[in-house]
C-alpha cells in the first residue's frame, strides 16, 4: 500500500517527512491518514489559543503552547513547524519578547502549508483511494 | 474522566496504558501499539491515569513527561507511593532536550526513557523489556505461591518456606565470596536459589494424609511412603520442564527437590548420592531445611535451640552435610539468628497476608 504523500518528489522544502511518519507507524497507511486527519482538525484550535495566549500577553502559556507544538510536529515528522515551535519556545522564554509575533506568524504560516498539502491529499485519496 | 478508548482484543502481551495530554501523540503511539499486539487504554490526564493504575489493570505505564496539572513526573512519584498489588513498569516519553533531567526521572521511581520523536523499533524493545521486568515478578509470585499450597496441607509448617529461602540466600551469598565457590555461584545463581527453594517439599502433595499429617513419628513403611515426596516433587517438575524446555530454574528447583535428603555421605535419599555427586543446590538446602526443622516446633518435639541446631548440624559435618555448607552456615550464624527472630512463626500471619508481603520475593527488583 502506498501513501499518496509519497507519490509526490520529496524536497527539503516539504512541510512534511512522509517516509519518516510512514516508518514510524510501521508502513500502517490508514494510520497515517488518522493521525494526519486529527492534526489537520487540531491546527484551527492551536492557532486560536496561541492567538489568546499572545493577545494576553501570557509569555509562559505561550511557551508551553509552543513545547506542545513542538512535541506534535516531532511525532508527524513536521520539521519545519517543529523549528518554528522551537524558535518560538526559545523566545517566550527569553527576555527578548519583540520577535515573539514573527515566531507566532511562522507558525501561522507553516499551518497553512501542511493543512494545504494534507487537505489535497485527502481530496486525491477520495478520488482515487491512493492511501 | 478523560479515558479516551479501552479495547479487549484477547491480546497476550501486558497491557500499557498510555498517558499524553497531546491527542495526536496518543493516536499515533496507540495505533502503533497496537500493530505491535498490545491492549491499550490510554488518558489524557496524570489523574485519571492513576485511577487507571490503582484499579490495578495496568503493569505498563508509558506517560509524556510535561502535562498541564499533574506531570509525568509527579504521576510516576504517586504510583511508587502507593502500595499497590503489583510492580508497575513506568516509562516517561521525554523530549531530547529534556535528556539532562532523566535524572529527575530516575529519582522519581521512573524505569525507562523513550525520546520524541519515538522510533518505533525502539519501542518494540523497550516494551519487551518491560514486559520480560514484570513477568519475571509474576513468574516469581506464582512459584511461591504454588509452594505454599502445598505446604497448606501441613499446618506445623508457618512461615518455614520464608524462612528457607532466606537462609539459602544467605548461605549462597557466603559461598559466593570464597574462592572455591566465586566463580560457581554468582547473584543470578543466588536469586535462583531464592525463586525455586520454596519447591523443595512440593512432592508432598502426593503423599497421603494419614502420613503427612500423622501426629507422631512415623513408622518405617510410613517413612519409606513419605520418602516418596522428593522424587514426586521432581517427576512433577520434569513434566513442567517438558513443557518449557528453556526455563533453567524449573531445573534448578527440580535438582532442589529431589536431592534436598541425599546425604553427604551418601546415606540420604532416593538415590543415595555422595559427595559433589549430589547438587550443590540439594546441598545448600539440605542445611537451610534440617537447621529450620531442628529449630521450630513439631508434633513430635519441642524448638530445639539455635546452640542445639547449631552443635547437631556441626556434628553432620562430613557425613550428613557438605562441609563446606557447614562452614558456611557457622560464618553466617548471626543472620539466622535474626532471620529465625523476623520470620519467627509465633508471628504467623494469614496465607493470604503473606503473599501479598511477597509480591516482590526478590531483593534485587525493588524499585530505584
Not at chain 2, 521525554?94 to 518505533?120: C, Y
Amino acid at each position: 500500500m502506498t501513501h499518496s504523500l509519497l507519490a509526490q518528489s520529496p524536497t527539503t522544502d516539504s512541510p512534511l517527512d512522509c517516509d519518516e511518519l510512514l516508518a514510524r507507524c510501521l508502513g500502517n497507511a490508514d494510520l497515517v491518514e488518522r493521525v494526519l486527519a486529527r492534526f489537520r482538525g487540531s491546527i484551527d484550535q492551536e492557532l486560536d489559543a496561541l492567538e489568546r495566549s499572545l493577545d494576553a500577553a501570557d509569555a509562559g502559556d505561550i511557551a508551553r503552547r509552543a513545547h506542545r507544538i513542538k512535541g506534535t510536529s516531532l511525532t508527524v515528522s513536521a520539521h519545519r513547524l517543529n523549528e518554528c515551535a522551537q524558535r518560538l519556545e526559545t523566545v517566550a522564554m527569553s527576555d527578548h519578547l519583540d520577535d515573539i509575533h514573527s515566531c507566532v506568524e511562522d507558525i501561522r504560516q507553516e499551518f497553512a502549508r501542511l493543512d494545504e498539502l494534507i487537505a489535497s491529499q485527502q481530496a486525491m485519496r477520495g478520488q482515487s483511494c491512493k492511501y | 474522566m478523560q479515558v479516551l478508548n479501552q479495547t479487549s482484543n484477547n491480546s497476550l502481551r501486558s497491557p500499557v496504558l498510555l498517558v499524553d495530554d497531546d491527542p495526536i501523540c496518543l493516536e499515533i503511539l496507540e495505533g502503533v501499539l497496537r500493530e505491535l499486539g498490545y491492549d491499550v487504554e490510554t488518558a489524557t490526564d496524570g489523574k485519571t491515569a492513576f485511577e487507571l493504575v490503582r484499579r490495578g489493570d495496568f503493569r505498563i505505564v508509558l506517560s509524556d513527561w510535561m502535562m498541564p496539572g499533574m506531570s509525568g513526573i509527579e504521576l510516576c512519584k504517586l504510583v511508587r507511593l502507593r502500595q499497590l498489588s503489583g510492580y508497575v513498569y513506568f516509562i516517561l516519553l521525554t523530549s531530547l532536550d529534556r535528556r539532562e533531567n532523566l535524572v529527575t526521572g530516575l529519582q522519581a521511581g521512573a524505569d525507562d526513557f523513550i525520546m520524541k520523536p519515538f522510533d518505533p523499533d525502539e519501542l518494540r524493545v523497550r516494551l519487551r523489556v518491560a514486559e520480560r521486568i514484570v513477568s519475571l515478578e509474576s513468574r516469581d509470585l506464582i512459584i511461591f505461591s504454588l509452594a505454599k499450597l502445598a505446604e497448606s496441607r501441613d499446618p506445623e509448617t508457618g512461615t518455614h518456606l520464608e524462612r528457607m529461602r532466606e537462609y539459602c540466600r544467605v548461605l549462597a551469598e557466603d559461598l559466593s565470596q570464597t574462592s572455591k565457590y566465586q566463580n560457581i555461584i554468582d547473584a543470578d545463581y543466588v536469586r535462583t536459589i531464592y525463586l525455586t527453594s520454596p519447591l523443595h517439599d512440593i512432592g508432598k502433595v502426593g503423599i497421603p494424609d494419614d502420613v503427612l499429617l500423622k501426629p507422631g513419628r512415623l513408622t518405617p513403611d510410613e517413612f519409606e511412603i513419605m520418602k516418596q515426596h522428593s522424587v514426586i516433587g521432581s517427576e512433577t517438575l520434569d513434566a513442567a520442564i517438558h513443557a518449557q524446555p528453556s526455563a533453567e530454574y524449573l531445573r534448578f528447583a527440580r535438582d532442589i527437590a529431589w536431592s534436598h535428603h541425599e546425604k553427604f555421605n551418601g546415606s540420604g535419599y532416593p538415590r543415595g548420592l555422595s559427595g559433589t555427586d549430589i547438587p550443590l543446590c540439594g546441598r545448600i538446602v539440605a542445611v537451610a531445611d534440617v537447621y529450620d526443622a531442628l529449630t521450630t516446633k513439631r508434633v513430635y518435639k519441642e524448638a530445639f535451640s539455635h546452640e542445639t541446631a547449631r552443635s547437631i548440624i556441626t556434628d553432620g559435618r562430613g557425613t550428613d552435610f557438605d562441609p563446606d555448607i557447614v562452614d558456611a552456615f557457622l560464618r553466617c550464624e548471626d543472620q539466622f539468628i535474626a532471620i529465625k527472630r523476623q520470620l519467627d512463626d509465633s508471628a504467623q500471619r494469614p496465607l493470604s497476608a503473606l503473599l501479598l508481603a511477597n509480591a516482590s520475593p526478590l531483593p534485587s527488583f525493588q524499585p530505584g
